[in-house]
């Protein structure tokens, strides 16, 4: 899925609680260069929820909040979607089921990550 992320011209960001430099290592291990910024903890840089980590990796990007969403797996991705003003896509094959995303309201609940792009296109 990140693969045909990146090909179809899209930019994606990492946005975790966990420590930058790890982060970093663990991020690139497992999806290589399919991911354009990653943020961790920075000092300065709130973490989630607050939505600073958010702001930032867009503000890498380039992307503006209007053409971008927050693809997550939990109720502080949820809530940090909504802090930081962009609609949240939760999905269901990650930390919590289908019921908490409902509960903290994502916009989109995928249940497969080829359906990302029926959401995005």
């Avoid at 990492?14 to 991911?35: H, L, P, W």
């Avoid at 890498?60 to 797996?73: F, H, I, Q, T």
Wanted: net charge negative; with cysteine.
């Amino acid at each position: 899925m990140l693969e045909k992320v990146k090909a179809s011209g899209y930019k994606a960001a990492v946005v975790t609680n966990k420590i930058q430099d790890a982060a970093i290592e663990i991020i690139r291990s497992f999806f290589g260069e399919t991911i354009d910024v990653i943020i961790g903890q920075i000092d300065g840089v709130a973490q989630k929820p607050e939505p600073d980590g958010v702001w930032l990796a867009l503000e890498k990007l380039g992307v503006s909040k209007g053409n971008a969403v927050y693809v997550g797996d939990s109720e502080v991705d949820c809530m940090t979607a909504h802090n930081a003003g962009i609609p949240c896509i939760g999905v269901t094959w990650g930390f919590r089921d289908r019921s908490v995303l409902e509960e903290y309201k994502a916009e989109y609940i995928i249940n497969k990550p080829e359906e990302l792009f029926s959401v995005i296109d």
